[in-house]
């Protein structure tokens, strides 16, 4: 019996702009195991965002390919759908829609699915019960403190049950207890639910949560390494 | 929550811009509603002045493009008169002219002793007596303008009668016009012996068919002549197709006004929240349903300036209809088609203002969007 394929096999990823002016990513390869808890590090500009973008199908690479769960990511006719059955996000400015409460920000996903009216929000309930916060469900994104806004954007991220979820400097607008309660809670939802996490942070700390850390310089991967969670897993 | 959810949360937050579009839109489809109000009340109104007469057709000459008939000997009704089929027929003549210091009123000259005359309800005074009698009557509307009752004198042109008698008629325009004899119609305008319309009654026992062929026989015994029924005769005359084509004109103005408004609109909200859509673009949202959001945000904003619009343009066709100038000769007819027409004029509106700022949400990638702070 074959071994099933890597969540993530990147090979030879390259991202140029201005017409290869800037390269923000110059030949990256690396592949991510399901159920992974993996750190991209490095600091502001050597790629990190760009590569989570390529990963996340929000872009796509100039060259080299993309392959998750063994399906090459330039096969893939309907990237939106992909991303919606597939992939969560988590951004370093939460990015909630502001006119709409905690509740609504996390069924705005859920809209993709054929789930009705009330199991979109019975579903949205029992996320944001799962994140603390049940009592802030009818609370605007202005009228939530910024570890909660996070919070309800990891709630959101989770909408759809994706394989894996993607985390852009989660805690970059966070003070340090806010910072850890989310880094708890990607802990707690890696452990729990068994799923793929991929942070991108310049934050040594916050790298330190998962499992493995990619560190970046220059659009190139310095080392992969084992990070001080990984003997907890 | 569901996508109107979103769309109506969208449109409450940006409320100003959304009210000042709103009432951008209301005033467009105001101008639809009252205009084409007025224009099919004017046509109504041409209508019903043949229908109380109890005319089935009216003969005029077909080169006839001025406002009114040009006129034609009335020897041709006399032999319209003698055709099989035709039960009576009167000569008409009518003209705009200035009485006193008024606005210019419309005259008209009808064939004493004919069916013409049998339609009015007289609430003062009497019928003249002979085609070359000097007296006038006046609908109920053009007394109360002039201030005038039964025996009082009225300058018309540079000629002056006396008022014989005061009329109401279920024609509107009627009651605000001034009637008097063929004869002294034509002394007056200096046409001796002409008419402008010749109207006839039809043996309702000749059908369609019987009808179909009388027009026929008219149009062979007089080629430049054509036979009308009221409906055609309103259609076909130059005022009312001018009055129309302003109308549409007009309200074609307005709209695309309203138009410009939305696409104005609906491209600042794209171009502000390029990043929430580039947010919504990549938690899995596909570009059918940015666009779906934006047309429902343009088209919703339009349907309420739509409803609004509709009813300023109903109060406006209220307050037209009491003026003086309308008062008594134009009833406004904003039936439900023109309502419905408003409406879908509306709908459509936000459908042209919203499909390319929905185009350009739609076609943005993700991550362009996400830069967007």
């Known amino acids: 019996m074959t071994a099933p394929p890597p969540l993530i096999d990147a090979r030879n990823l390259t991202r140029t702009f201005d017409n290869g002016a800037v390269t923000a990513l110059g030949g990256v390869s690396f592949t991510v195991a399901e159920g992974d808890f993996v750190s991209i590090m490095g600091p502001s500009g050597c790629g990190k965002s760009s590569l989570l973008n390529l990963i996340g199908a929000l872009d796509t690479p100039t060259s080299g390919q993309i392959h998750f769960a063994g399906r090459d990511l330039r096969e893939v006719r309907d990237l939106a759908r992909f991303r919606s059955e597939t992939i969560g996000f988590v951004f370093q400015s939460f990015h909630l829609l502001p006119t709409l409460t905690a509740l609504e920000n996390v069924q705005v996903p859920m809209l993709e699915t054929s789930l009705d009216r009330a199991a979109r929000r019975a579903h949205a309930m029992a996320l944001l019960h799962a994140v603390g916060l049940d009592r802030r469900l009818h609370h605007l994104p202005t009228k939530l403190s910024g570890g909660e806004r996070q919070r309800v954007a990891i709630a959101r991220s989770l909408a759809n049950g994706p394989r894996l979820l993607l985390a852009d400097e989660p805690t970059g607008n966070l003070d340090t207890a806010s910072s850890q309660v989310v880094l708890d809670l990607l802990t707690r939802i890696h452990r729990e639910r068994g799923m793929t996490i991929i942070t991108v942070t310049h934050d040594a700390i916050v790298a330190s949560a998962a499992a493995r850390i990619i560190s970046m310089l220059d659009g190139q991967i310095l080392s992969d390494s084992a990070g001080s969670a990984a003997g907890g897993k | ?373």
């Open chain 2, 1 to 373: 929550m569901s996508l109107l959810t979103i769309v109506i949360k969208n449109l409450r937050h940006r409320r100003t811009r959304s009210l000042l579009t709103v009432v951008g839109i209301s005033v467009g489809i105001a101008a639809v509603v009252a205009l084409t109000g007025l224009a099919n009340g004017f046509q109504t109104s041409w209508e019903e002045t043949y229908r109380a007469r109890g005319v089935d057709l009216i003969v005029t000459r077909v080169t006839s493009r001025t406002a009114l008939p040009t006129p034609f000997p009335s020897t041709v009704v006399d032999t319209l008169r003698a055709l099989p089929g035709v039960t009576a027929a009167g000569g008409v003549m009518a003209d705009l002219m200035s009485i006193e210091d008024s606005p210019t009123m419309l005259v008209t000259g009808w064939e004493t002793n004919t069916f013409l005359w049998k339609h009015l309800r007289i609430d003062q005074g009497r019928l003249p007596d002979t085609e070359r009698e000097p007296v006038v009557m006046l609908g109920a509307i053009t007394a109360e303008a002039l201030k005038k009752k039964v025996g009082d004198p009225v300058q018309i042109d540079t000629e002056r009668f006396t008022v014989c008698g005061i009329f109401t008629s279920e024609a509107l325009s009627e009651n605000g016009a001034v009637v008097m004899s063929l004869g002294s119609m034509q002394a007056l305008t200096s046409r001796d012996g002409m008419v402008s319309f010749a109207n006839m009654k039809i043996d309702p026992a000749l059908g369609p068919d019987g009808v179909r062929r009388l027009r026929e026989t008219i149009a062979r015994m007089f080629p430049n002549f054509q036979s009308f029924d009221a409906s055609q005769v309103s259609q076909a005359n130059i005022a009312v197709q001018v009055s129309k084509a302003m109308s549409l004109g007009t309200s074609l103005i307005a709209v695309a006004v309203g138009a410009v408004g939305v696409m104005n609109t609906m491209l600042m909200s794209v171009f502000e929240r390029m990043h929430e859509i580039g947010v919504l673009l990549a938690i899995g949202w596909r570009r059918r349903r940015i666009m779906t959001m934006i047309l429902l945000e343009s088209m919703l904003l339009s349907l309420v300036g739509g409803f609004v619009g509709i009813a300023i343009g109903l109060a406006a066709l209220g307050v037209l209809e009491w003026t003086p100038v309308l008062h008594g000769r134009i009833a406004p007819d904003a039936s439900p088609l023109v309502i419905l027409m408003a409406l879908t004029v509306s709908v459509a509106l936000g459908m042209l203002g919203g499909l390319y700022p929905a185009w350009v949400g739609a076609r943005m990638s993700p991550s362009t969007g996400l830069r967007h702070e």
